[in-house]
């Protein structure tokens, strides 16, 4: 699994996501920007992108907390051969690459493909994305111990 994401950049990465989805050029432009200690906007978009990757393929393939060893061998080895999760895991490698020194017009594409990714495999749709983005929102806060705006 990829390392945890700060808080702080789950937010980051999360506003940048809806600002993208709603196309709001001046916040899009506003969370592009960071310091030089900062890791920018493209990256944590994309291991925000990993992070949900990892949390929705394994129940696809009824992977659980509490499954019994050989069942979820079984269901381990058939995840990790399915052309979907091959095709996930090489998408999240080919936007680790380019985040780094993504443009601002290779961010939005990275934003975007991130929020399509979603929609195609999990029950997200169109509609309710924002309302999806909010709900990290709003959990991410309380698991700081804040509540939201």
Known sequence: MADAIAPDDIL???GYLEAVWKRDAASMAALLEHGPAETSTPVLVTRLGDDIMQR????RFGIHDGLPPQELQDAAAAMH????VLVSKLFI???KDIAPTAS????EHIALAVLNYIVLV????PETVL?????????TLQ???RTGP
């Open 104 to 107: 601002s017009a290779q961010s």
């Open 56 to 59: 929705l393929l394994p129940s």
């Open 93 to 95: 490698e080919t936007l």
């Open 131 to 139: 309302p999806l983005l909010a709900n990290l929102r709003e959990s």
């Open 143 to 145: 698991r700081m111990g």
């Open 81 to 84: 051969a399915d052309p979907t």
């Open 12 to 14: 980051r990465a999360c």
């Open 122 to 125: 999990s029950d997200a749709t």
